[in-house]
């Protein structure tokens, strides 16, 4: 397949690249990666998603079989104080690339987020459950959902949670500096979701590039916890002398609106191609392990 990774410079992006590359996943071989593939990655600095003649220009004699979109602004608090940039990564990008793709001929593969949910249930959320987000961010991305849907019939909507992967900027690496920089943490409690490593997230994207099991997935580590939890296995795993104390979400406020229950069932993947994902207990502990042998956090 001739695939093309757009956001090839971020946390997925640079996972998926890499899977290519190798031949493998951590979880291990999807057929795709036993087929020659021809794999090309994109970033911000290359294509601007937002401009609809650009990616035109782009896409323009190319003739790719699958685009991955991993490319948004996943700035929260950000979207709050910019819905126009928002807007633009996270709605109009993925449509110009729906278009792009329906003209092409190419399947599309676009990944989401859990804010499309309100947060008040107290059950994980299944694909088919409304969508109701709170938040600048979660508005957007449900836009940009909308119009993969709208206009791409050979897509996937790939909705994860709580990303952290060997790249990039993450969750698990600002409690890992925090925890050994200042020894005590106060992490808010009140908040539960699915921790998702990176690795097995890209597992599955693979799976699904190869199949033609269109429509809306939920694709996140098994098991939840809340990030106050998450925190204390962080250090655990990581070996690091540090109290972490619980707080709730009021004690820490932020511009935008958090949801307090986001966690997500894959039932998409159970009924077709299959979820592997793995505890998210035993991914973090994958993840540590990795990150300390080969000296990468």
């Known amino acids: 397949m001739k695939i093309l990774i757009i956001g090839s410079k971020g946390q997925l992006g640079t996972e998926l690249t890499q899977c290519?590359?190798?031949?493998?996943?951590?979880?291990?071989?999807?057929a795709l990666l036993?087929?020659?593939?021809?794999?090309?990655?994109?970033?911000?600095?290359?294509?601007?998603?937002?401009?609809?003649?650009?990616?035109?220009?782009f896409f323009d004699g190319a003739q790719y079989d699958c685009v991955v979109n991993c490319a948004a602004y996943t700035d929260v608090n950000g979207c709050e104080s910019h819905p126009d940039i928002a807007l633009k990564a996270n709605a109009l990008g993925p449509r110009n690339l729906a278009l792009a793709c329906v003209?092409?001929?190419?399947?599309?593969?676009?990944v989401s987020t859990d804010y499309v949910f309100s947060g008040d249930?107290?059950?994980p959320y299944l694909e088919f459950d409304r969508c109701d987000p709170k938040s600048v961010y979660g508005k957007s991305?449900?836009?940009?959902?909308?119009?993969?849907?709208?206009?791409?019939?050979?897509s996937f909507i790939v909705r994860t949670a709580w990303l952290y992967g060997y790249h990039g900027k993450n969750f698990v690496k600002t409690i890992v500096r925090a925890a050994r920089e200042r020894g005590g943490l106060r992490v808010v409690d009140d908040?539960?979701?699915n921790p998702t490593n990176a690795a097995d997230l890209a597992h599955h994207v693979i799976k699904l590039c190869a199949s033609e099991e269109y429509g809306v997935y939920h694709a996140t580590g098994s098991g939840e916890c809340s990030w106050y939890e998450f925190a204390c296995e962080i250090?655990?795993?990581?070996?690091?002398?540090?109290k972490v104390s619980p707080c709730t979400t009021e004690e820490y406020p932020t511009p935008a609106?958090?949801?307090?229950?986001?966690?997500?069932?894959?039932?998409?993947?159970?009924?077709?191609?299959?979820d592997e994902f793995r505890d998210w207990r035993e991914a973090l502990s994958a993840y540590a392990e990795r990150c300390q042998r080969e000296g990468l956090l």
């Open 257 to 274: 609106k958090r949801p307090a229950y986001s966690s997500l069932r894959n039932l998409m993947l159970e009924c077709t191609v299959g």
């Open 141 to 154: 991305k449900l836009f940009g959902e909308e119009y993969v849907r709208a206009l791409c019939p050979r």
């Open 191 to 193: 908040q539960r979701g």
């Open 121 to 123: 249930g107290n059950v």
């Open 34 to 57: 036993r087929a020659k593939n021809e794999v090309r990655g994109a970033d911000l600095d290359e294509l601007d998603i937002s401009d609809l003649q650009a990616v035109r220009r």
């Open 20 to 30: 290519f590359a190798r031949g493998n996943t951590e979880l291990g071989i999807p």
């Open 103 to 110: 003209e092409t001929g190419a399947k599309l593969v676009h």
């Open 235 to 242: 250090v655990a795993r990581f070996g690091i002398s540090a």
